[in-house]
């Protein structure tokens, strides 16, 4: 598959499924299932993701729901540093963290007008594979080449 500008059917499907919840989501309301989380901004997908550790989708989230200071944990925080603040992700990724409580109170506050959705998978592989074919279809602005 190509890595077209658009979201095609694969991202179709997804999207039918992972719909966009608002923030902050109830602590019971991520399962600990393995799966794929979509980030939303006003209605877009931007980043996605697979939970794939013992605490699935909960497990995963909860390093990208985190406020501290290092962003080192969560790609997805040190994209959005990068994006909003200029900050290279190598600069916000590292650790200790040289972030300073304002720069990161701009990348919680702006993750936090965010929505998420998710697919619940049966198993690891399922999830790895949802993922790969997402980012094979189409790379969301703030996922890694």
């Known amino acids: ?13 997804a999207l039918s499924i992972a719909k966009p919840r608002p923030l902050p989501i109830p602590r019971g309301g991520v399962p600990t299932d ?8 006003d209605g877009h997908p931007i980043y996605v ?6 605490e699935g989708l909960r497990g995963r989230l909860r390093k990208h729901f985190a406020k501290g200071r290092d962003l080192s944990r969560s790609t997805l ?3 959005v540093a990068a994006a909003q603040l200029g ?11 040289v972030m300073t409580v ?3 109170a701009v990348v919680n506050q702006w993750l936090a007008d965010c929505e998420l959705g ?5 198993g690891i592989k399922e999830a790895h594979e949802w ?15």
């Not at 598959?1 to 499907?13: A, E, H, L, R, Y």
């Not at 993701?49 to 013992?54: D, M, Q, R, V, Y």
């Not at 290279?88 to 963290?97: E, F, I, K, Y």
């Open 118 to 122: 998710w697919i619940q998978c049966d």
């Open 1 to 13: 598959m190509t890595n077209t500008k658009s979201p095609g059917d694969q991202w179709k499907v």
């Open 131 to 145: 993922e790969l074919s997402l980012r094979g279809e189409w790379l969301p602005p703030l996922n890694l080449v």
């Open 77 to 79: 925080r040190a994209s």
């Open 102 to 104: 304002e720069q990161v």
């Open 87 to 97: 900050v290279p992700r190598s600069v916000a990724r590292q650790r200790p963290s």
């Open 34 to 41: 393995p799966g794929v989380y979509i980030w939303y901004r």
């Open 49 to 54: 993701g697979e939970a794939l550790g013992a």
